[in-house]
């Protein structure tokens, strides 16, 4: 995975001849969907069941690769806001090379559901660099469940991303990849094994306390987590508090959900010292993007537009103690 090159024209053919012909953006949901729904999985491509990793790898098309990360809720509350991610997510290859942010990054989609109803509670893609990433997203399935307990298995992906992923920017050059959790709900009160078991499939015994998962993914990750308007409880104070205490600045709640891959870059560009924030709205708006780039500097107002702030964010996690923190 991870070799070629991301072409804006290709992606703006597809998305074109899609259209034209009358085919879904996401092509597996509306296959899956039309089947019952005791037979419904992720596509195999997406399925973490007993993956042992998930790699981002140097090529020599990518010398220099930086994973990215991005899974984001499909359950019922998120209402159309993956749909409208999805029609941007696939350009943010291209914006962050054109601007220079990063010479070499490698994007990884996936979709978080709820572990205790859902029956595709996880979905977790490859590392691509060129347009097999729009497919990827493509066959994310949006289930379209949750539990109705305003909360989600969000710490079910960060142990995913925590334990089965391995990038040469960590073990080559001990330098953190980027996670975005995009999510309108709270994180369950634990882990608990039996969802690690059935997903994944790792042999757990206990369960695990959220926090230490995202404790332990900090070490290698700068973590992120987007609350994007037009998703339920994107006004709930409580959901801000409840990823404040988790991530500290690195919580960011978008105005408009259409700016995810804008807001996305900015965070990359300041958090790798390319640019300041100030810097990053200006060459939002000279790629088109006046309207995204307003939505963006309101979602990192929070953060500050120093790196250096960015770099502190994660100090509520810590960076010592166990990895794991059982529940009984």
């Known amino acids: 995975m991870g070799h070629g090159k991301w072409d804006d024209n290709a992606y703006l053919a597809a ?61 019922g509350s998120m209402g159309a806001v993956p749909r409208i991610m999805q029609g941007k997510l696939g350009k943010l290859h291209g914006l962050l090379q054109r601007k220079g ?34 497919e990827q997203l493509r066959d994310i399935f949006l289930e379209g469940g949750g539990g109705g307990q305003k909360s989600e298995s969000y ?32 994180n369950k009160p634990r882990l608990e094994a039996r969802h690690i078991r059935r997903v994944i499939g790792d042999d757990v ?18 973590v992120y987590f987007i609350l994007p308007n037009q998703s339920s409880y994107y006004n709930d104070d409580a959901i801000g508090e409840h990823w404040r205490q988790v991530l500290g600045q690195n919580f960011l709640k978008l105005d408009d959900p259409g700016a995810v891959c804008e807001l996305i870059a900015a965070t990359i560009g300041v958090e790798e010292r ?18 995204e780039s307003r939505a963006v500097g309101k979602a990192l107002v929070s953060v500050g537009a120093s790196a ?21």
């Open 15 to 75: 998305k074109t001849f899609r259209a034209a012909k009358g085919i879904a953006d996401f092509g597996y949901t509306a296959a899956t969907k039309g089947k019952p729904s005791r037979s419904w999985k992720a596509a195999p491509a997406l399925d973490p069941l007993g993956v042992a990793a998930r790699e981002c790898r140097d090529s020599p098309d990518h010398a220099d690769s930086t994973p990215i990360a991005v899974l984001f809720d499909v359950t």
């Open 155 to 186: 710490e079910l992906a960060a142990y995913f991303v925590a334990r089965h992923v391995v990038t040469d920017a960590w073990q080559k050059r001990g330098r953190k990849g980027y996670l975005f959790l995009i999510g309108d709900e709270l």
């Open 205 to 222: 015994a206990q369960d695990i306390d959220p926090v230490s998962v995202y404790r332990e993914l900090a070490r290698k990750w700068n």
């Open 274 to 291: 390319v640019v300041d924030l100030d810097q990053a709205l200006v060459d939002l708006a000279d790629v088109g993007s006046v309207a």
């Open 101 to 134: 942010y990063l010479a070499d990054p490698q994007l990884m989609f996936g979709g978080i559901g709820d572990a205790d109803s859902d029956r595709v509670p996880l979905q977790v893609g490859q590392f691509e660099s060129d347009n097999r990433m729009d």
């Open 308 to 328: 250096r702030s960015l770099a502190k964010s994660a100090a509520p996690l810590g960076i010592d103690g166990p990895d794991d923190v059982v529940l009984s």
